[in-house]
């Protein structure tokens, strides 16, 4: 019975997840977005909680581990440096994404659409994860806010991201070899970077919005 509900529940959860991404855009709306995405959330959880093959001392441990980084962080956090605790965030969940879906490649190495979905996934998850990176970095002025540029950098970024996206394609057509995903991975991670390097600091706000999109 509990697994006839949980793709229900896991359906409700995306919904709350993809709504509060767009309500989260505009001030009026952005209390609402947050509710629907705490509910989302809860969800996610409890759907995974029910899972006959859930374990439920391993998931509860990261939550105790997660809510002890996270809680405080929150809370000492000034407003004034909310948008790099969101890059932050932002970089966290895309982290967590992309591992499940590596999990899930090394355990059952999909072809097909099984395979191009998690291959979205991984790319969008560990892009996102670096440029998230350096969006709180440039924000926290770790390294230089100007934009960083040399000659040949569009072709460059476009090399990188279309070589992920090939060796996507490859795996989906079932051409598998042992380093294909992780130098898929590693040209994920380094698209993240060149994507937000040459973006100015002023601009990050609107860079965490993209990759919000990006990770949800």
């Known amino acids: 019975m509990i697994e006839n509900i949980l793709p229900a529940i896991y359906l409700l959860a995306s919904a709350g997840f993809i709504l509060a991404v767009k309500w989260m855009?505009?001030?009026?709306?952005?209390?609402?977005?947050?509710?629907?995405?705490?509910?989302?959330?809860?969800?996610?959880?409890?759907?995974?909680?029910?899972?006959?093959?859930?374990n439920l001392h391993l998931i509860f441990l990261g939550l105790a581990i997660g809510g002890a980084i996270g809680i405080p962080l929150a809370?000492?956090?000034?407003?004034?440096?909310?948008?790099?605790?969101?890059?932050?965030?932002?970089?966290?969940g895309a982290v967590a994404s992309a591992l499940i879906g590596t999990a899930e490649f090394y355990e059952k190495a999909p072809t097909g659409f099984t395979m191009a979905a998690l291959?979205?996934?991984?790319?969008?998850?560990?892009?996102?994860?670096?440029?998230?990176?350096?969006?709180?970095?440039?924000?926290?002025?770790?390294?230089?806010?100007r934009p960083l540029t040399y000659p040949?950098?569009?072709?460059?970024?476009?090399?990188t991201g279309a070589a992920a996206v090939v060796l996507i394609v490859m795996m989906v057509m079932g051409m598998s070899a042992p380093w294909m995903f992780?130098?898929?991975?590693?040209?994920?991670?380094?698209?993240?970077?060149?994507?937000?390097?040459?973006?100015?600091g002023a601009d990050m706000p609107t860079v965490i919005a993209l990759l919000n999109s990006y990770a949800g």
């Open 25 to 54: 855009n505009h001030p009026s709306t952005a209390r609402r977005g947050v509710i629907i995405g705490e509910i989302g959330m809860v969800l996610a959880v409890l759907g995974t909680l029910l899972r006959a093959e859930a």
């Open 119 to 145: 291959g979205t996934e991984t790319l969008l998850g560990f892009l996102t994860t670096t440029a998230s990176i350096i969006a709180f970095a440039k924000l926290q002025e770790l390294m230089p806010t």
């Open 182 to 200: 992780p130098t898929f991975i590693a040209l994920a991670l380094a698209f993240g970077i060149l994507l937000v390097i040459p973006i100015g």
């Open 152 to 159: 040949g950098q569009n072709f460059v970024s476009l090399g």
């Open 75 to 92: 809370y000492k956090t000034p407003m004034t440096a909310v948008p790099q605790l969101t890059a932050l965030s932002h970089a966290f």
